[in-house]
């Protein structure tokens, strides 16, 4: 029997996140999603007299060719995604992968190169379309979330389908603050890092790019960056899981990483010299994102935390940051977490996760 949910997840794709509008094209990518998905992408594209395009992917496929990609054959797959990602208006990309790990036994080798074939595919996309992705509910996930898979199912329509616009108000305050801030300083267990964000915009997020969304990002000036970080939550990077990050930093570089897998980070740092520099300081208060799941899209969500992203810089935040390498590490909060605080210019803007300021109330939890 067919989801209703899942019609109502494509109207919001299309007519909220995307606006597609009419005579514009479309292109919506499937990685291991159900056909009825895809049809009810296609048919809400069609509704709004747009014009859809899909590219179906396969994990286990790509694994497949991952795993003997040469620079010759990802130069020839770059130029053609390109070329379609140019002529496109609006992207929509869902991602249905049933093993997070499909892709850890491919040689890391290749992945930096892939990463760095495909990045201005990516660069296209992310700066010259009106975009959104998202992830897909299977039961691995349900399991990474300590959930059944019905509950999980749940869950997943209930984030996803949230009313965004009920958070503008809140979000467009933020990104005033901290399109106005200058210097910032977040201190918490393991913690104490100062930057500056001055003359970089705060860029506020509620269902236009990612679902499920709610945060406000910005970036760090390049080489402001002081300080160290203790990650808490944990993440998966190119098919490694890595739990306990922390970071040093001096000047805004990566002086020093150490993790679960101090040598696979380090390798993962070391792809460009950009890698080791900040591309993006973001706040999360998704209210119905509670506890990680080694799924970024969800996870950098999370009521009450942030992420510090080593790695390339958005346009529209722009600290000039240059790196293949774009991995959302992500910091909790909130009291059962060990607690924390951010400051904006001296002014603590959010302590163990809640906003202090009575119009930033409404992005509480």
Known sequence: MHDPRIDELARQLVRYSTATKKGENVLIELFDVPEEVGIALVREVRAVKATPFINLHSARIEREMARGATETQYAVAAKNALHQMKTMDCYIA????????????????????????????????????????????????????????????????????????????????????????????????????????????????????????GECFTAPVKTSVEGVIQYNAPSIYQGIAFDNVKLEFKQGRIVKATSNNSKAINKILNTDPGARYIGEFAIGFNPEIKEPMRDILFDEKIAGSFHFTPGQAYEVADNGNRSAVHWDLVNIQRPEYGGGEISFDGEVIRRDGQFLPKALHALNY
């Open 94 to 213: 869902i991602r249905g992968s049933h093993n997070v790990n499909e892709l850890s036994d491919v040689p890391s080798k290749n992945m930096r190169m892939i990463s760095s074939k495909m990045r201005p595919v990516l660069n296209e996309r992310v700066n010259k379309t009106r975009w959104c992705v998202l992830r897909w509910p299977h039961p691995s996930m349900a399991q990474s979330a300590g959930m059944s898979t019905e509950a999980f199912e749940d869950f997943y329509f209930r984030v996803c389908l949230l009313d965004y616009a009920k958070l503008k108000k809140g979000m467009d305050v933020l990104g005033k603050r901290m399109t106005e801030a200058k210097e910032v300083h977040i201190t918490g267990p393991g913690t104490d890092l100062r930057f500056s964000i001055e003359g970089l915009p705060g860029i506020p997020c509620g269902g236009t790019h990612n679902i499920p969304d």
